[in-house]
């Protein structure tokens, strides 16, 4: 290859060889995602490594061998192999990387980035090859690490995926298709996908990825496989999840009982969720798994007596370990090598912070509600933390609210607000409002400030929210052959139109002529003194 007919790209410790006539290869905006790989499977590794370590050490087994060290990671859709190529130079302790892709010239891009960073093909290995029949070749030589991160949903890799990890190993997989999980725009394309059903609501992103990690678990529980999340981000336009697979049947057992479905109020946006299960301890010590007890709401909202609906089934267990994003944390404030290092340890830091409970409240939904005006975050968490109850912020959402207090008491806190500053003129009688308004506030409610209303990634001013990081930013466009063709006939001008197309855009643009020109007179006129 003629390095000249490349531009260079350089992120974190890889520089790639990228066509210049071709835009879908490389996504700056998707370097967060890549940093956050990197801290991920570093965090993973060290745990691993250390939990091998003392195994060993506990061992009396004659003739024990010291553990592995090394680990294997499969990228199963690497388009130029950037990401690759970066694990490879900035990740110690990796055996190989199978870097596979479908595409002839995806793997071209590949082997070629490979060679550009002075890589060894036998430490990152090209491989052109469907994703799921390589993933169900490997059910017997399973790998340490597999990253699905495609174009759109990540549904149809899924079951190869978990089946091609090794016990304990780790499971990077991204979604981006938010239009689909974040909203109730194709409820039947979220089921079938994910096996539940989206709501558009406050908490959507959050819902995306408790919908996300239930398709890993589903896909994961027909194998005998628990799916364990260590960290679920809610990214620009996609989700990122981290999870660790277990080969542990007892674990599958109780996924009923953290799996269930959500009621939302379309009324004042209040939610409850209802498990599927429940786990209770039986005689001499045993465990019995059941089913739940229903329904847990009625048919209309407690709090304004409007009509719920239902989303999921989805995943109501914790969605972050804190021992690993601790460990990703800490690393990623060691290091300078990440260029999101800072938006890194603002998301780190409030994951760290937020509570396992599942979904969450935002202020100008509790007030809106009520047609208040929305007052200081710090206001209303001081008071659900005067009243006793946990509370914490969310990274899915500004200002947002999660907290273990139940509905009841956090209308109470709106109440008691509203009391204090007076009731808006525009609630009407009888109206969702109205009836929150009406009730009577039968919790104590003190607004004092809480030294740990304000979050301590606020108070040393962590970058926790990110802003669109360039104009037009998004997921680029799908690579593909016929795009390419398209570009090259265009170049070349040969692309042909059909016949009478250049008609129509005379037409076209003698329309567009014509409106400007009515709007410049009408412009003009409306200038002139009025003589009336």
Request: glycine share 8%; charged share 25%; aromatic share 6%.
């Amino acid at each position: 290859y003629n390095v000249d007919d490349y531009q260079q790209i350089t992120e974190g410790q890889a520089t790639i060889l990228f066509p210049k006539h071709n835009e879908v290869f490389y996504n700056p905006v998707q370097q967060f995602n890549r940093d956050m790989s990197i801290a991920a499977i570093k965090a993973w590794r060290d745990m691993t490594m250390e939990a091998r370590m003392q195994r060993y050490e506990r061992s009396q087994r004659a003739g024990k061998q010291r553990p592995e060290t090394k680990f294997t990671v499969l990228e199963a859709l690497a388009a130029s192999g950037l990401r690759s190529v970066r694990y490879a130079k900035e990740i110690e302790g990796i055996d190989h990387i199978v870097a596979n892709d479908l595409l002839a010239d995806a793997v071209e891009s590949i082997r070629r980035n490979v060679h550009f960073n002075g890589l060894s093909p036998a430490l990152v290995r090209a491989n052109e090859g469907d994703a799921m029949a390589v993933m169900y070749a490997h059910r017997a030589q399973r790998f340490d690490v597999v990253d699905l991160d495609p174009y759109g949903t990540a549904a149809p890799f899924v079951d190869g995926a978990v089946q091609a990890v090794k016990n304990g190993g780790l499971l990077l997989v991204t979604c981006t298709d938010l239009a689909v999980l974040a909203s109730n725009n194709h409820p039947s394309t979220c089921f079938y996908k994910y096996g539940g059903s989206p709501l558009k609501a406050e908490f959507c992103h959050e819902l995306a990825l408790r919908l996300v990690v239930h398709s890993l678990q589903q896909a994961a529980n027909k194998h005998k496989l628990f799916v364990e999340p260590l960290l679920s981000c809610s990214i620009d336009f996609y989700v990122r999840v981290f999870v660790r697979v277990h080969e542990k049947p007892v674990l599958v057992k109780g996924v009923a009982s953290q799996t269930g479905l959500v009621f939302h109020c379309r009324g004042c946006g209040g939610f409850a969720t209802q498990a599927l299960g429940t786990v209770e301890e039986g005689k001499g010590g045993s465990t019995k798994y059941l089913v739940a007890a229903g329904p847990g709401v009625d048919r209309l909202c407690a709090a304004c007596g409007s009509r719920q609906e239902v989303g999921g089934p989805c995943w109501l267990g914790p969605l972050h370990n804190r021992e690993f994003v601790r460990r990703m944390y800490d690393g990623v404030s060691r290091q300078t090598l990440y260029g999101t290092q800072a938006r890194m340890k603002g998301m780190l830091k409030v994951v760290l912070e937020e509570l396992d409970v599942p979904l969450h409240y935002t202020l100008a939904q509790l007030f809106s509600a009520v047609r208040a005006a929305c007052p200081p975050l710090v206001r209303v968490n001081s008071a659900l933390l005067n009243a006793g109850y946990r509370v914490s912020g969310v990274h899915s959402c500004p200002a947002a609210i999660k907290t273990d207090a139940p509905p009841q008491v956090v209308w109470d806190v709106v109440r008691a607000h509203v009391k204090e500053v007076g009731r808006s003129p525009r609630v009407a009688e009888g109206s969702a409002a109205d009836r929150i308004l009406s009730a009577e506030v039968a919790t104590h409610v003190s607004f004092a400030e809480h030294p740990e209303a304000d979050p301590e990634s606020r108070r040393i001013k962590l970058v926790r929210y990110q802003i669109n990081p360039e104009k037009n930013w998004g997921p680029k466009a799908r690579h593909g052959t016929p795009r390419k063709q398209a570009d090259a006939a265009a170049a070349e001008g040969t692309t042909k139109r059909k016949p009478g197309d250049a008609a129509a855009v005379e037409t076209a643009a003698a329309a567009i002529e014509a409106v400007a020109v009515d709007a410049a007179e009408c412009a003009a006129e409306a200038k002139k003194p009025r003589t009336d």
